[in-house]
């Protein structure tokens, strides 16, 4: 997603006196700078608010920033690189797995408060021969999964085996940028104004 702010900057220094209009670019840069920072840290903070059960710390960090500098005026916020699992929910879309199968919880999983298995879960399910089996039990139809072992010669199907998970976008990734970039009160033009009335304060 790209934002323009080119029109913000020729409405507010039209009538400028041409002996401070060097110091558009500086004031510019810094406020792309100042609005950047703010969109990374409010996409950041909404990971929290958005998703059920709130977001792990891994998650709540989720995005940073690029700065912009007089030269190359545009400063960039974007999702990190070992964070891909984010672009399912800000996009949609369908997610393939990595090997031969997704492993997707059933209803009689037991999961963490954010609606996931925890990597120790896993590894638990998938090392701990003489509580989990993988596959489908004798007398017993449907896919293969992962099956828990339970008091008494019982079992349950606590994960199975998907082809293909698809998710719908739910991170409003695009929206929260937008609308940190338009506030009336920090939003660039209010930051633009700022930082272009403190260069001309302390102009040589």
């Known amino acids: 997603m790209q934002i323009s702010v080119q029109s913000n900057i020729k409405e507010i220094t039209k009538t400028l006196d041409r002996k401070y209009r060097k110091q558009i670019p500086f004031a510019t840069s810094q406020a792309l700078n100042d609005v950047a920072k703010r969109g990374y840290e409010e996409s950041n903070k909404q990971t929290a608010n958005v998703f059920a059960g709130g977001a792990t710390r891994w998650t709540k960090n989720s995005f940073r920033y690029r700065r912009s500098n007089r030269r190359n005026l545009m400063s960039v916020v974007y999702l990190r690189d070992d964070h891909a699992y984010m672009e399912y929910q800000i996009d949609g879309g369908t997610r393939m797995p990595k ?51 339970y008091g008494k010669g019982k079992i ?49």
Do not use: C, H
């Open 156 to 204: 349950r199907k606590v994960a199975s085996y998907i082809e293909k998970a698809e998710y719908s976008p739910k991170f409003p990734f695009g929206k929260i940028v937008t609308g940190v970039v338009g506030s009336r009160r920090s939003g660039f033009t209010a930051r633009f104004t700022y930082r272009l009335r403190e260069a001309i304060r302390t102009a040589r």
């Open 99 to 149: 090997r031969k199968a997704i492993m997707a919880p059933t209803r009689k999983a037991r999961l963490n408060k954010y609606g996931n298995f925890t990597r120790g879960k896993v590894q638990q399910m998938i090392n701990n021969d003489a509580k989990y089996f993988k596959g489908v039990p004798e007398g017993r139809t449907g896919s293969e999964g992962i099956w828990e072992r």
